[in-house]
């Protein structure tokens, strides 16, 4: 990351920015399991077009490649994220693992509460997180199910959480699925996320309103 970072820095001219203290982040508050708001039935399907047109509204401008990746990356408007209480972020081969430092927030606080319901040293995996619109392009080329147009994920506030790899072991689990769509239902209901099942993706669809 460092060396990424020193060389196009130099492309910008500035000094690089490990660290992103320039933008201001808010951190997660404690999680109590009890405010978890009780629910029946599936986690409600929001549209990809609602995704879409949140990512546009809130997210930043539409990533294009990697120049204009590292570019926000060296700004600090992208901040990376690999792993923290209660998730897990996967060895990603068609994004990268950088978010927005409010879409980081959320993913701290759904992470802290999926832990607190589940157990502590319980966590879930993310799948993917931010990809540039070229990586789009790639992936519809090799995945037919890959989405149409400008994805979601190009804007950096939209990850994905796999429904069956918990706590580093892919296969189903029943009882750590329940949980991560209770965490999600409550982030849904409270107006902080978007979600979308996505089965032969075998993840939940994650974006930040």
Do not use: M
């Not at 690089?16 to 808010?26: D, H, I, Q, W």
């Not at 190009?154 to 949980?179: C, M, T």
């Amino acid at each position: 990351k460092t060396e990424l970072l020193e060389f196009y820095s130099t492309l910008f001219h500035k000094k690089p920015k490990l660290e992103s203290a320039a933008v201001p982040v808010s951190t997660p508050e404690i999680f109590d399991p009890k405010e978890l708001l009780s629910f029946s039935g599936r986690l409600k399907k929001d549209t990809y077009e609602v995704h879409l047109t949140a990512a546009e509204l809130k997210g930043l401008h539409l990533i294009q490649d990697e120049y204009q990746l590292y570019q926000k990356i060296h700004d600090s408007t992208l901040v990376d994220v690999i792993q923290g209480r209660g998730y897990r972020v996967d060895s990603l081969t068609h994004s990268f693992p950088f978010v927005t430092p409010d879409s980081k927030v959320v993913l701290e606080e759904l992470g802290q509460a999926y832990e607190a319901l589940a157990g502590e040293g319980n966590f879930f995996t993310v799948s993917s997180a931010t990809r540039t619109e070229s990586q789009q392009k790639a992936l519809k080329r090799r995945n037919r199910n890959a989405t149409d147009g400008n994805s979601s994920h190009s804007y950096g506030i939209s990850f994905d959480i796999s429904f069956i790899r918990f706590n580093g072991v892919r296969g189903w689990d029943g009882k750590a699925q329940k949980n991560l769509e209770k965490v999600l239902n409550h982030f849904q209901q409270t107006g902080k996320i978007y979600v979308i099942k996505e089965r032969r993706q075998s993840c939940y669809h994650v974006t930040v309103r």
